[in-house]
């Protein structure tokens, strides 16, 4: 996981083995890639609204009004990382993330839906 400057707006950018997990816009707004069902299942559960600027994109945004809205707003980035991690194991076949990764146990520790969870699991290496 490296930590970096987001070019586009400012901000900090998040990728793993090179491949965005999302950015932080100085205004306080999140922007998160994600598959589009993934996305759709975010929005219908009121975790994250359309992407600002690319309603029709894999993209959900998050804004964070609150000290309360960080929470969210870690949730959601948390999330992305562990689908990243999933979905790089199953097209490179490797332990992306390392052993230390445990996707059940994460997923479970953030209280996912079954829907979400479900997404997670047609994607996932067995």
Do not use: C
Not at 5 to 14: A, I, N, V, W
Not at 74 to 84: F, G, I
Not at 89 to 97: A, I, N, S
Request: charged content about 35%; proline content about 2%.
């Amino acid at each position: 996981m490296e930590v970096g400057s987001h070019d586009r707006g400012g901000g900090r950018e998040f990728t793993l083995d090179g491949r965005e997990i999302g950015h932080v816009h100085r205004g306080q707004l999140v922007d998160i890639p994600f598959a589009k069902r993934v996305r759709d299942i975010l929005i219908e559960e009121e975790r994250a609204e359309k992407h600002h600027v690319m309603p029709d994109s894999g993209w959900v945004s998050y804004r964070v009004r609150s000290d309360e809205d960080i929470e969210g707003a870690l949730w959601l980035l948390r999330v992305a990382y562990l689908y990243r991690v999933v979905t790089l194991r199953k097209r490179e076949e490797t332990q992306v993330g390392g052993d230390a990764v445990d996707i059940d146990a994460a997923l479970d520790e953030l209280n996912v839906s079954d829907a979400l969870e479900d997404a997670f699991n047609e994607v996932r290496v067995v």
